[in-house]
């Protein structure tokens, strides 16, 4: 991801709506993207992974979707309730390096009642 | 998944002094361990890398003497924040690398340390 130190940007929905939250990385050599949620006070928490060998990933609510192209990254929430309130950062490593990840700058996301 | 902790979850401490803070595999094996430092609405800015057994490597504009780490054994690696200054206040995560996940590689992240510096 693209960490440059900014102001997490906010995305306000409400209960109910689906939430797609996007990222942008720049290392054309990355070949494995990560969701992370993270809550106020706590350490990120895994939501779900896509290789580059793939465009399109689903898990349970949610969905990840790849650009290799624009190097575009971005997670759906489906039906997105309260407890999904939080802060969302993408990652992403080239597998030959160590597993060393890169931050995205992070959006908070807010669901309103 | 795999658990990872971290200890302490806050400390408060008086410039100058120096804080360890503990990051502990608790049921695998990390021959890899990253520290993270994360300022108020900011994103995790990797610090350096721990392996266990020798030295770590830290990321480009880190100091190493500042920030101490030691990966002594397969499920533990502290880092030492020593002569701390208030600039040096911040949210500390460590994860570990679990080298049998098989396909997925995951890291597991810790709690996070709160580190205020007076």
């Known amino acids: 991801g693209e960490s440059v130190g900014l102001h997490l940007p906010t995305l306000s929905v409400q209960e109910g709506d689906n939430s797609i939250i996007n990222c942008a990385y720049s290392n054309s050599a990355s070949d494995y993207f990560i969701w992370y949620k993270q809550e106020s006070g706590k350490g990120p928490q895994f939501i779900i992974d896509i290789r580059s060998n793939m465009d399109k990933r689903q898990g349970q609510r949610v969905t990840v979707l790849l650009n290799k192209t624009v190097k575009h990254l971005s997670l759906q929430i489906a039906a997105t309730q309260p407890g999904d309130s939080a802060v969302y950062f993408c990652?992403?490593?080239?597998?030959?390096?160590?597993?060393?990840?890169?931050f995205g700058t992070g959006t908070r996301l807010q669901v309103t009642l | 998944g795999a658990v990872v902790s971290q200890h302490p979850s806050r400390v408060i401490c008086k410039s100058g002094t120096s804080v360890k803070i503990e990051c502990r595999s608790l049921d695998f094996q990390a021959t890899t361990m990253f520290w993270y430092r994360q300022f108020p609405k900011q994103s995790l800015m990797l610090m350096a890398t721990?392996?266990?057994?020798?030295?770590?490597?830290?990321e480009q504009g880190v100091e190493k003497d500042k920030f101490l780490i030691n990966h002594a054994s397969l499920t533990l690696s502290t880092l030492t924040v020593t002569s701390a200054h208030p600039e040096d206040s911040s949210f500390y995560i460590c994860?570990?690398?679990?080298?049998?996940?098989?396909?997925?590689?995951?890291?597991?992240f810790g709690p996070g340390t709160r580190l205020t510096v007076l």
């Open positions: 994860s570990a690398y679990d080298a049998s996940g098989g396909v997925n590689n995951e890291q597991f």
């Open positions: 721990s392996n266990e057994g020798s030295k770590a490597t830290y």
């Open positions: 990652a992403d490593y080239n597998t030959g390096t160590a597993s060393k990840l890169t």
